[in-house]
């Protein structure tokens, strides 16, 4: 399957265990903004997601999240007129891309096992 992400391990020139705690990281701040994000639009605060939205989408934008990113925008100009309508939907369509993006680079990062008969001692 295309993801559009093309290959994570560049972040960190091909180390994969730096690259690992770069993606947790980034896993668990996303995590954590996508709850706000959705209990902000649960409550109706339209600054919280404006703002909430802004800052997801410069770092989703900084990571080459480029199918997440218009989802964001969309949600930070809507919410700064306070119209919230569509906030809902597009937040659902953000945690979806989010997760297809986990699911990419979980599997890219996964290890990789050896191929190699093991030795005899």
């Known amino acids: 399957m295309a993801s559009g992400y093309g290959s994570p391990e560049r972040i960190h020139g091909g180390q994969r265990g730096q690259l690992q705690g770069t993606g947790d990281t980034l896993f668990d701040a996303d995590l954590g903004a996508a709850r706000a994000l959705e209990a902000s639009v649960a409550e109706g605060a339209a600054p919280e997601v404006r703002r909430l939205a802004h800052s997801c989408a410069g770092a989703s934008a900084t990571c080459g999240m480029r199918f997440l990113v218009p989802l964001l925008r969309q949600m930070e100009r ?34 990789r096992h050896a191929t190699a008969a093991p030795t005899q001692a």
Do not use: H
Not at 96 to 109: N, S, V
């Open 78 to 111: 809507e919410s700064a007129e306070g119209d919230l309508a569509n906030s809902k939907m597009l937040c659902a369509q953000a945690v979806k891309e989010f997760e297809r993006i986990r699911q990419f680079l979980e599997a890219r990062m996964a290890p």
